[in-house]
T-cell receptor, first 109, second 113 residues
Framework: QKEVEQNSGPLSVPEGAIASLNCTYS??????FFWYRQYSGKSPELIMF????GDKEDGRFTAQLNKASQYVSLLIRDSQPSDSATYLCAVNDDYKLSFGAGTTVTVRA | DTGVSQDPRHKITKRGQNVTFRCDPI?????LYWYRQTLGQGPEFLTY????????KSRLLSDRFSAERPKGSFSTLEIQRTEQGDSAMYLCASSLEGDQPQHFGDGTRLSIL
């Protein structure tokens, strides 16, 4: 499987702040990128996907992709306690997904 | 639109026993994937199907593991002669063709005594 690296965390942010999560990947040919949220003891839940360079916004979430730098990020604006979870970056690898180890985010009230 | 369904949610068994898990994908999804996740790690790919055809199997998957998807609908994952190292969350996901996002079921948590 292709390598996917995420900032190790844990990341602690105050409520209302922006949480910034980073991910780099090894295969320059990768085309599809996904962010999943995983609450403790639960399965991954898709929150964002991005295929093209630039920004993609969905509510409080923004995914940013830079294929030249092999870098994808996720911004969570106006962080809420319910955003406390592990965020997994995934890269499409010939249709299967290669995942990073995840970054755990804690939002402090 | 019902999501991906997995059964059972939890399985506790003794070392050496065989176990079988079932996954029902989202109805219009052609692709079905199995992953395994251990604590503190991201999911690891095991195998995937397009319709009834098993197209890829991870080199990490020993001969004790087998998966089927008869008639291209539900899938089963069987582990024979379970070992302590098989303890993990087994996740099933499905997607439409190509690079479409994969949606995960709730997983089956396997504990080997």
């Amino acid at each position: 499987q292709k390598e996917v690296e995420q900032n190790s965390g844990p990341l602690s942010v105050p409520e209302g702040a922006i949480a910034s999560l980073n991910c780099t990947y090894s295969d320059r040919g990768s085309q599809s990128f996904f962010w999943y949220r995983q609450y403790s003891g639960k399965s991954p839940e898709l929150i964002m996907f991005i295929y093209s360079n630039g920004d993609k916004e969905d509510g409080r979430f923004t995914a940013q992709l830079n294929k030249a730098s092999q870098y994808v990020s996720l911004l969570i604006r106006d962080s809420q306690p319910s955003d406390s979870a592990t965020y997994l970056c995934a890269v499409n690898d010939d249709y299967k997904l290669s995942f990073g180890a995840g970054t755990t985010v804690t939002v402090r009230a | 639109d019902t999501g991906v369904s997995q059964d059972p949610r939890h399985k506790i068994t003794k070392r050496g026993q065989n176990v079988t898990f079932r996954c029902d994908p989202i109805s219009e999804h052609n692709r079905l994937y199995w992953y395994r996740q251990t604590l503190g790690q991201g999911p690891e790919f095991l195998t995937y199907f397009q319709n009834e055809a098993q197209l890829e199997k991870s080199r990490l998957l020993s001969d004790r593991f087998s998966a089927e998807r008869p008639k291209g609908s539900f899938s089963t994952l069987e582990i024979q002669r379970t070992e302590q190292g098989d303890s993990a969350m087994y996740l099933c996901a499905s997607s439409l063709e190509g690079d479409q996002p994969q949606h995960f079921g709730d997983g089956t948590r396997l504990s080997i005594l």
